[in-house]
Structure formats: structure tokens, C-alpha cells
């Protein structure tokens, strides 16, 4: 699989498509509006994580789509998408880390 984005007009806000390389098909599921996320897949390749603002799933609130980043895991296979409680993070360029509490 690959996983791509696109953003429609050039916006900020872009949609993770995943593509079947073997067939050159994009699977029917579309993860919307996410900003400025990179997409690192897991070791076993069951699924990726990827980034976004809180509320970002529901609607594009772009007066918050700079706040509140949240980390987000996608397991493949048609299980649900979740936010991992990850605490208060620190935008690193296009990645995300998790603040030292120290």
C-alpha cells in the first residue's frame, strides 16, 4: 500500500489516500483534513500514524487548525481510526514529539 495526500486548491487541509499498488487502485476509505502530517507506518505495516488538530476529524476549524496537534493511529483492515493520548506536544517542523516533563 501507499499512502499519499492531496490538497484540493492548494489548501493547508489535506486527505490521506491510500492506494493498492498491486492493482493501481485507490481503496474507498479517505482520511480528511489533516495539516502539515507526515505519515509514519508501523514496523508489522498494519497501520500509520499521522497527525492533526483536535476537532480536524469532524469539520475543518481552521481558527483552531493550529492548536491542539494531535497524534492519531489508522489501523488497516477496516478498524477504527483513534487519537493517542500522547500529552502536551511540541510542533518540530513537520513532526511530532512528545514534551519532556523535565
Do not use: M
Request: aromatic residues 8%.
Amino acid at each position: 500500500l501507499l499512502a499519499y495526500t492531496t490538497a484540493v486548491g492548494g489548501s493547508d487541509l489535506e486527505d490521506i489516500h491510500l492506494r493498492n499498488l498491486r492493482t493501481g487502485r485507490d481503496l474507498p476509505e479517505v482520511i480528511p483534513r489533516t495539516k502539515f502530517s507526515t505519515i509514519s507506518w508501523t514496523r508489522d505495516s498494519k497501520g500509520f500514524y499521522y497527525s492533526r488538530s483536535r476537532g480536524s476529524a469532524e469539520a475543518a476549524n481552521l481558527s483552531a487548525a493550529n492548536t491542539h496537534h494531535q497524534l492519531w493511529y489508522h489501523p488497516l483492515a477496516g478498524a477504527r481510526t483513534s487519537a493517542i493520548p500522547t500529552g502536551p506536544t511540541v510542533r518540530t517542523g513537520l513532526r511530532c514529539r512528545r514534551r519532556s516533563p523535565h
